[in-house]
């Protein structure tokens, strides 16, 4: 088997272990989500229902036979399905949407150095920040 093949079949089971509901950790290779995440930090996803997503966490999601770990930024309505809009923190643009029902799942710790951690959160001037360059809130709850 390939190495293309056995990452395919490793992130297929990946996927099915947090459809039936249980945990799924992988270790951070890319630069994306610096500075939140590091490269070698062990991530810990949870299945959860696509309503419980709310812009700021970190997701898990499939794309191009790839795995992507990126913070969602906007919720994006219309169609039969919510979209979602993420984006590495380290990254200028947000990904090409994705459709709830991608997502695989979300961040529910993180381990650093033999430390477990809860997901990283953004600072208030960090979202402040982030705001302008395209990370929205949605409307105000009434």
Do not use: N
Not at 19 to 26: C, D, F, I, K, V
Not at 59 to 85: D, K, P, T, Y
């Amino acid at each position: 088997m390939d190495t293309t093949s056995q990452t395919r079949a490793r992130l297929e089971l990946a996927a099915e272990l947090l459809q039936r509901g249980e945990r799924m950790s992988l270790r951070v290779r890319g630069s994306s989500m610096l500075p939140s995440l590091f490269p070698g930090d062990v991530l810990t996803f949870r299945r959860c229902a696509p309503e419980e997503i709310v812009v700021g966490d970190i997701v898990v999601f499939l794309r191009e036979g790839r795995c992507f770990v990126h913070r969602v930024a906007e919720r994006m309505m219309g169609g039969a399905s919510a979209r979602l809009r993420t984006r590495g923190d380290a990254l200028s643009s947000c990904d090409a949407p994705v459709v709830e029902t991608e997502i695989l799942g979300r961040l529910a710790s993180v381990e650093r150095k033999g430390r477990r951690l809860p997901p990283p959160r953004l600072g208030p001037v960090r979202s402040l920040v982030l705001v302008s360059c395209g990370f929205h809130r949605g409307p105000p709850e009434l």
